[in-house]
C-alpha cells in the first residue's frame, strides 16, 4: 500500500505516538492519546483510523499498546 501525504494534524498524531515509544518503550492507548490531545476517546478514533487507512500506521485489533 502506498502511503499518502499526512495534514498537519495526523502529523502531529504520528510524531507523538513516536515519541510516546521511545519514552515508555510500547505504544500509548486510545484513553492516552486522547488525554494528550484534550479529547475523548471517540474523537482521536476518527484520526486514527484514517492514519490506519493511510498506512502510517499499524494496529492489532483487540490488543491494547499496539499501535
Known sequence: MQKCAL?????ITVAFIGSYITQNGHS???TEMAKDANV?????STPLNALLKKGA???VPSIAHSI
Do not use: E, F, H, L
Not at 475523548?40 to 482521536?44: A, K, S, V
Open 7 to 11: 495534514n498537519q494534524m495526523q502529523a
Open 28 to 30: 500509548p492507548t486510545i
Open 40 to 44: 475523548d476517546g471517540n474523537t482521536i
Open 57 to 59: 500506521i499499524t494496529k
